[in-house]
T-cell receptor, first 114, second 117 residues
């Protein structure tokens, strides 16, 4: 079974600075999807960024970018120019291309200090 | 463009009762997935519905059942409620086939918080 591990239960960053959240996963598949979701106190799960395993290029979405290391099964999220609104729980998630389920990590609580 | 909607937002039940949660997918989506998120944990996959059929199921007992309607909306039913069923129930919608590949990105609703006393 696939597993997703987020080894940082909590992280903090100063406003306008950069922070990196870590995620590792375990799979025997060669093709799959990886996601970062953000869950603020409102509890709505919001998609931050998506990476397809067959693509070599790291995904970017404005201030958010990933470092996808397929051989190491690592998928970290970098948030640049952190803003107060970035404060939330961040979940890394894995999905097979042939399946339906998202497998989530335990989450990293990000605090942004003014 | 309407996003994923869920009802009710909060619910309180007692042990042994039954509950029905509802979800309307994002406009243009045909697939609904349900997740259970216990406090302080990541969401756990319950099941997914496409074409009114359960396509894949997670490790949840038969007390958890669902249904999808012709308009793609979905219900999650939980029978014989246990204290441990207290959680945030998230619905996610997606498009089953995109460019010849199966489900890609799932978009989540705001959730239904269920408390079992």
């Amino acid at each position: 079974a696939q597993t997703v591990t987020q080894s940082q239960p909590e992280m903090s960053v100063q406003e306008a600075e950069t922070v990196t959240l870590s995620c590792t996963y375990d799979t025997s598949e060669s093709d799959y999807y990886l996601f970062w979701y953000k869950q603020p106190p409102s509890r709505q799960m919001i998609l931050v960024i998506r990476q397809e395993a067959y693509k070599q290029q790291n995904a970017t979405e404005n201030r958010f970018s990933v470092n996808f290391q397929k051989a190491a099964k690592s998928f970290s999220l970098k948030i640049s120019d952190s803003q107060l609104g970035d404060a939330a729980m961040y979940f890394c998630a894995y999905k097979e291309t042939s399946g339906s389920r998202l497998t989530f990590g335990e989450g990293t609580q990000l605090t942004v200090n003014p | 463009d309407a996003g994923v909607t869920q009802s009710p937002t909060h619910l309180i039940k007692t042990r042994g009762q039954q509950v029905t949660l509802r979800c309307s997918p994002k406009s243009g989506h045909d697939t609904v997935s349900w997740y259970q998120q216990a406090l302080g944990q990541g969401p756990q996959f319950i099941f997914q519905y496409y074409e009114e059929e359960e396509r894949q199921r997670g490790n949840f007992p038969d007390r958890f059942s669902g249904h999808q309607f012709p308009n793609y909306s979905s219900e999650l039913n939980v029978n014989a409620l246990l204290l441990g069923d207290s959680a945030l129930y998230l619905c996610a919608s997606s498009l089953y086939w995109t460019s010849g590949r199966t489900v890609e990105t799932q978009y989540f609703g705001p959730g239904t918080r269920l408390l079992v006393l």
